[in-house]
């Protein structure tokens, strides 16, 4: 009787552990993806501003002034859009690293616990 406790409290730390590193891979599958999706609004905005720069370069011939200013104003606004990038990629890398800490903290635990219970 006693055993049939102890296999049926094995079972249940199985099956969390089976739970929580799906959840892990789930996590890490969402955070590949955000990586992706990151990466290409920074090759979007990459794009997007040298396209502007060589429509900028065309404009300068005619008014040289105003194109420097209005080439600075992009650069500006390219730097600043890449920090914000660059800030985001961070914030996401810190948030998921330390839910998948968590995670695997958990199931650790839960690996501990079931090895505690005795086999009689």
């Not at 961070?90 to 968590?102: N, T």
Request: glycine fraction near 2%.
């Amino acid at each position: 009787m006693r055993e049939k406790t102890h296999d049926q409290e094995r079972a249940a730390y199985t099956q969390q552990i089976i739970q929580k590193e799906k959840q892990l891979d789930k996590l890490r599958e969402e955070k590949q993806a955000v990586e992706r999706l990151l990466y290409q609004l920074e090759d979007d905005f990459r794009r997007g501003y040298q396209s502007l720069r060589m429509l900028n370069d065309e404009n300068a011939r005619d008014m040289q002034t105003d194109f420097f200013q209005a080439q600075q104003r992009s650069d500006d606004q390219e730097r600043r859009f890449r920090q914000q990038v660059q800030d985001a990629q961070e914030q996401f890398s810190f948030v998921f690293k330390k839910e998948i800490l968590q995670a695997d903290d958990e199931c650790e635990e839960m690996y501990k616990k079931r090895g505690e219970i005795s086999w009689d």
